[in-house]
């Protein structure tokens, strides 16, 4: 079978697709059939070898897909060939075929794209997590989403919307506060902007943003906690700017405020209750359309390194899509 396989880090030019076999089932195991692959931001640090934990060389990226299902070990009774799922592992998903426990998958509803179902789970799982069970999210309150038109950023727009906050989204440029706008943002501000506070306050009347999501970090995370209104909770997702701020404690106090880390690879080991509540949740609003996973770029399989490079490059729209078939 055709993946794509890193065995440097030297350069996303260097990465290639190669001709490697078509992974066995173990017991416990089902195989895929790739259809589409997700790549987000830690996909594109992975192929680089600047994320925290290093995959051994030589490696097949990508953490989340969908397919249909290939073949079954025997004792799996859940899946059966012809079944579309989506999945994520640890790696693997930028092949035509992957085999993992079935407890890495979940059925697809038949009439969701596997474009969708591939940039589903792990951003809008993590915002749901973030903004329901560690922010208490409320009706009525404002949400502030900082790299909104990002893949966690713009599920956080419509997660927000979809519990009954007003969404101010945050991003650099018009595209990408037109693109948060176009799934639900109420308003959006150029945080780029020396004076994007300002923007915020009249925005909120002064009152400040009750939650703040935020997967950027560096200086903007500091100048949104200096914002957020008293009891606000200030969600901290990630640092795609690449700087881990450091909060002086005086700012909570004076605030009333909170900072809420949210860390998706921890949820189901720690919280399987909360998990399975939240999963469960998010696939009714799947099946039932009520939210409609943003699908961002869709590049062929053969072009997998746009994905990378775009990732790199800042200029995402939503979580980017290779498509296999
Ligand atoms: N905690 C968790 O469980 C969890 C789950 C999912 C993702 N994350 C983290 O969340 C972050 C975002 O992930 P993602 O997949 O949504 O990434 P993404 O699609 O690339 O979005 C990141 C956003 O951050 C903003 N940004 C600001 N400075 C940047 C820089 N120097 N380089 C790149 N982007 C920059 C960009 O928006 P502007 O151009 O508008 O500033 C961009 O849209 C990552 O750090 C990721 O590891 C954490």
Known sequence: ?????????????????????????????????????????????????????????????????????????DDVPSFTPGMPVIGMARSGGLAEYISVPSAALKALPGQVAAEAGASFQANYLTGLYALSERAYLRKGETLLVLGAAGGVGIAAVQLGKLLG???????????????????????????????????????????????????????????AFRSIAWRGRHLVVGFASGTIPALAFNLPLLKGGALLGVDLAQIQKREPETHARLIARLFDWLASGTLKPVVGK?????????????MQSRSALGKMIVKLT
Do not use: C
Not at 1 to 8: F, G, H, P, R, S
Not at 39 to 60: R, W
Not at 298 to 310: C, L, S, Y
């Open 1 to 73: 079978m055709k993946a794509v396989v890193v065995e440097n880090y030297d350069s996303i030019d260097g990465i290639s697709i190669k001709e490697i076999s078509q992974p066995g089932i173990a017991a416990g195991e089902v195989r895929v059939r790739i259809e589409a692959a997700a790549i987000g931001f830690v996909d594109g640090l992975k192929v680089q070898g600047l994320y925290q934990t290093k995959d051994p060389l030589p490696f097949v990226p990508g953490t989340e897909f969908a397919g249909i299902v290939d073949a079954v070990a």
């Open 298 to 310: 869709v590049v062929p399989f053969e072009n997998f390194r746009e994905a990378f490079k775009t």
């Open 165 to 223: 906050a007003r969404v101010i989204a945050a991003a650099s440029t018009p595209e990408k506060r037109a693109f948060a706008t176009s799934f639900g943002a109420d308003d959006v501000v150029d945080y780029t902007k020396a004076d994007w506070r300002d923007t915020l306050k009249t925005l909120t009347a002064g009152h400040g943003p009750d939650v703040i999501f935020d997967p950027v970090g560096g200086e903007v995370a500091l100048q």
